[in-house]
T-cell receptor, first 116, second 108 residues
Framework: NAGVTQTPKFQVLKTGQSMTLQCAQD?????MYWYRQDPGMGLRLIYY???????DKGEVPNGYNVSRLNKREFSLRLESAAPSQTSVYFC???????????????FGPGTRLTVL | KNEVEQSPQNLTAQEGEFITINCSYS?????LHWLQQHPGGGIVSLFM???GKKKHGRLIATINIQEKHSSLHITASHPRDSAVYIC??????????FGTGTRLQVFP
């Protein structure tokens, strides 16, 4: 099992460009998440999907859109990138609502994005 | 004031020392998670606990619900334990609020 995969690993954009970050999981998890991690701050939730076809805003959704294409894939799109979106982006998935009583979030390796 | 606070922010230790990292939270929680972020950036879950104490190898996590406080202990620390340790509070639904992390360096 690959777990949670993300592409690309690194990306440099110019202000105003658009791009999509891809995320896929092979653990048959219901819930998927997009986070950003900035220096000196904890991980912050951008968007969340509890199941295929549903999405919900997190703490910092402005400037982003998401698509839960199917149970496996959850993409994050930046329509018009801004320097404030320079960050490391993590995708995660979990079984929630869990059947085991233990809800671990599994993280992808991250995408380091720089917006110039 | 952040809803989840960790201390210390940075910690250095000699190999073999006993390590304690603290986490305090101000929100109601259904569970408290401890995660480890490796120097290369990867994040893995260590523990999820809602009461009492859990142990895995040299790692021990405790939580005091009344005091809204959790601790992560590492016994007999080793240089490979060098990482950022993150606590996260889980609310009623499956959303985590993360602390800013504690950077641990263990020297031989």
């Amino acid at each position: 099992n690959a777990g949670v995969t993300q592409t690309p690993k690194f990306q440099v954009l110019k202000t105003g460009q658009s791009m999509t970050l891809q995320c896929a999981q092979d653990m048959n998890h219901n819930s998927m998440y997009w986070y950003r991690q900035d220096p000196g701050m904890g991980l912050r939730l951008i968007y969340y999907s509890a199941s295929e076809g549903t999405t919900d805003k997190g703490e910092v959704p402005n400037g982003y859109n998401v698509s839960r294409l199917n149970k496996r894939e959850f993409s994050l799109r930046l329509e018009s990138a801004a320097p404030s979106q320079t960050s490391v982006y993590f995708c995660a998935s979990s079984e929630y609502p869990e059947t085991s009583g233990y809800n671990e979030q599994f993280f992808g390796p991250g995408t380091r994005l720089t917006v110039l | 004031k952040n809803e989840v606070e960790q201390s210390p922010q940075n910690l250095t230790a000699q190999e073999g020392e006993f390590i304690t990292i603290n986490c305090s939270y101000s929100v109601g929680i259904s569970a408290l998670h401890w995660l480890q972020q490796h120097p290369g950036g990867g994040i893995v879950s260590l523990f999820m606990l809602s009461s009492g104490k859990k142990k895995h190898g040299r790692l021990i996590a405790t939580i005091n619900i009344q005091e809204k406080h959790s601790s992560l202990h590492i016994t007999a620390s080793h240089p490979r334990d060098s990482a950022v340790y993150i606590c996260a509070a889980r609310g009623a639904v499956d959303k985590l609020i993360f602390g800013t992390g504690t950077r641990l360096q263990v020297f031989p």
